[in-house]
Nanobody, 118 residues
Framework: QVHLEETGGGLVQPGGSLRLSCDAS????????IGWYRQAAGTQRELVAI???????NYSDSVKGRFTISREKTVYRVYLWMNNLEPEDTAVYYC????????????WGQGTQVTVSS
């Protein structure tokens, strides 16, 4: 299995920046896609940004041009760089990984709160 742990959430003013980190451990060599989802209060969890095993990335339209996903392979850490934050970005952010094993299981972190408010 793969264990994911997020850090870096917090309170930031509109227009500010935050960096989220996700450390992966366990069967990291089986990770296929890895990325970030978020869930605001009263809404469904939605994709924010994702990177496949080849390094190709995909972003939701709402964060394109403001957020960047990157990966450190030496320690298997994934970052989400968030710039020009808006109140609508307030949510719990979850690290996600899809595992290249039978049945394509997924792993989720425990989530980290990001609040954008003045």
């Amino acid at each position: 299995q793969v264990h994911l742990e997020e850090t870096g959430g917090g309170l930031v003013q509109p227009g500010g920046s935050l960096r989220l980190s996700c450390d992966a451990s366990g069967n990291i060599f089986a990770i296929d896609d890895i990325g970030w989802y978020r869930q605001a209060a009263g809404t469904q969890r939605e994709l924010v940004a994702i990177m496949d095993a080849g390094g190709a990335t995909n972003y939701s339209d709402s964060v394109k041009g403001r957020f960047t996903i990157s990966r450190e392979k030496t320690v298997y850490r994934v970052y989400l760089w968030m710039n020009n934050l808006e109140p609508e970005d307030t949510a719990v952010y979850y690290c996600y990984a899809r595992i290249a094993l039978a049945g394509w299981p997924t792993s989720w972190g425990q989530g980290t709160q990001v609040t954008v408010s003045s």
